[in-house]
């Protein structure tokens, strides 16, 4: 018996009902990687909205106008990128999920910038360029203005690609390559430019230095002793002390100064005095964290967990305190040019300009910081608390050790430069060991070269991508912002 009319109406219905249904599902999964872009194409929209609410729309304030947007597409680039590299390690040792770490980076990244930052900051990012080579305050703005979009276009690159590069320096190339353009190659402060170069491969090393030599001193006092947990109570709460002397130290530095100005003997007195307090604090804590415990390495990875997290949220406090000031550096001196008609080395940076960099990094790490998180914490190598302890803590002493020394450093390439220094010294320590055990017993088959390489503990691929990244960061952001500033000089200007 075949189907009835009305019978074989409703199978055709149900076809197309199922048509339908599967062509939405395919336009909400075309449609997904757009939300992101359309946010933040509303965020630098609204900023522009809100600028040209303060500034009228007259051809004077129109170049303040764009500068803003273009500083908001500058902030939002920082989030994606540079803030990775203090929530990285946390969520790579699973002490913090993704969405707890963009939560709290958000929050402590905008603490950082709105409390401790924006003070008076050297808005020719620390003295680069020499502005009273410039003698037109609209050259000298077109040059900020290409320093500000091509430092920008840089690290957005770098986070397609993911390749955690530092904003800082992408600003410096910025802003040398449209001073030359401008002005001509006297117009670099060339010693200065040789210290920051000298700051690329002193910081890296230093960090990984320093990250190393606290893996090493943990698997020797802790993870290699029988008595794991009691070593543990011993030694855990002097590495928290240690952690938070150098902080104290660092923020002390950074964020007292519209107060009090405070020198680096100060800094390290207030270090140590508060480094004492949370070992005093943290010593009977850590004593009952760990009644219980099994005697083996997983235990102590609950022992890290806590202050890790801790440490993830000040690495942020003091990034938003100190890069994103240099960051906004150029959207400042664009301001202050246009309302007094004169460009000096240092300028105060109004609020709004720090609260756009806040906000901007907030939406940036929200929509598009995921992906190179998830990079610097389990792709480069494999990070557990200890590990990523030891990173945080590299970061906090090599930036002390660089302000006494008054070298600008980049806490990307310290941050970075730490990942690679424990995962270098485990492959060491790995080789060292299997080195012995070969000693003791009949030799192992010869293994393929491939095979070794693939067996490193450190990605290669990762490295030489970052490196490259590193090398060319400051030339390539240069030779882009000096054609921006030729175009925006000689064809709109």
Not at 112 to 123: C, E, Q, R
Not at 280 to 289: C, E, G, T
Not at 440 to 455: F, G, L, M, N, S
Request: hydrophobic share 55%; net charge positive.
């Amino acid at each position: 018996m075949s189907d009835s009319p009305k019978t074989n109406q409703w199978q055709t219905l149900d076809k197309d009902l199922n048509r339908i249904s599967q062509l939405e599902s395919a336009t909400a999964y075309v449609s997904r990687p757009l939300v992101a872009p359309g946010i933040a194409l509303a965020f630098i929209a609204l900023t522009i909205i809100t600028a040209a609410i303060f500034f009228d729309a007259t051809s004077s304030n129109f170049v303040v106008i764009a500068a803003a947007g273009f500083g908001a597409y500058m902030a939002i680039n920082i989030g994606a990128n540079d803030v990775a590299n203090n929530m990285g390690p946390a969520v790579g040792a699973n002490a913090l999920t993704l969405g707890s770490a963009i939560v709290i980076a958000a929050f402590f990244e905008s603490a950082g910038a709105l409390i401790a930052g924006g003070d008076v900051v050297s808005t020719i990012s620390k003295g680069i360029i020499d502005p009273a080579s410039f003698t037109d305050t609209k050259v000298f703005i077109w040059a900020m203005m290409a320093a500000l979009i091509s430092s920008a276009l840089w690290v957005n690159l770098a986070t397609f690609v993911g390749a955690p590069v530092s904003t800082t320096h992408s600003v410096v190339g910025g802003v040398m390559g449209a001073g030359i353009a401008a002005a001509g190659f006297s117009v670099v402060n060339w010693p200065t430019m040789g210290t920051i170069a000298a700051s690329w491969v002193i910081s890296p090393v230093l960090g990984g230095a320093i990250a190393a030599a606290c893996l090493a001193f943990i698997k020797a006092k802790i993870i290699y002793q029988d008595d794991k947990i009691a070593a543990a109570r011993k030694w855990v709460p002097v590495l928290m002390g240690v952690m938070a002397a150098a902080f104290s130290a660092y923020l002390s530095l950074k964020g007292l100064k519209k107060i009090i100005e405070i020198d680096i003997g100060m800094a390290l007195l207030i270090g140590a005095g508060i480094g004492a307090v949370v070992y005093v604090v943290s010593a009977p804590l850590i004593k009952r964290q760990s009644e219980g415990l099994e005697n083996r390495n997983k235990s102590l990875k609950a022992l890290f967990a806590a202050p890790l997290v801790i440490s993830a949220a000040m690495l942020s406090f003091a990034h938003g305190a100190n890069d994103v000031a240099n960051a906004v550096g150029p959207l400042a001196a664009i301001v202050h040019a246009a309302e007094f008609g004169d460009f000096s080395s240092k300028v105060e940076i109004p609020l709004w300009v720090m609260v756009i960099g806040a906000l901007g990094i907030s939406f940036g790490l929200v929509l598009f910081g995921p992906k190179l998180i998830r990079m610097v914490g389990s792709q480069i190598t494999k990070l557990n608390p200890m590990r990523a302890y030891c990173v945080a803590l590299s970061a906090a002493v090599t930036v002390i050790i660089a302000s006494w020394l008054g070298l600008p450093v980049s806490s990307t390439h310290i941050a970075i430069g730490g990942i690679f220094g424990v995962g270098f010294y485990r492959e060491w320590s790995t080789e060292r060991r299997l080195a012995k055990s070969r000693e003791t017993r009949a030799p192992e088959k010869r293994i393929a070269v491939e095979e070794r390489r693939r067996r490193k503990l450190v990605r290669r691929s990762h490295f030489m991508t970052i490196i490259a990244a590193w090398v060319i960061t400051v030339p390539a952001a240069a030779i882009m912002s000096a054609g921006i500033f030729y175009f925006l000089n000689f064809v709109i200007g």
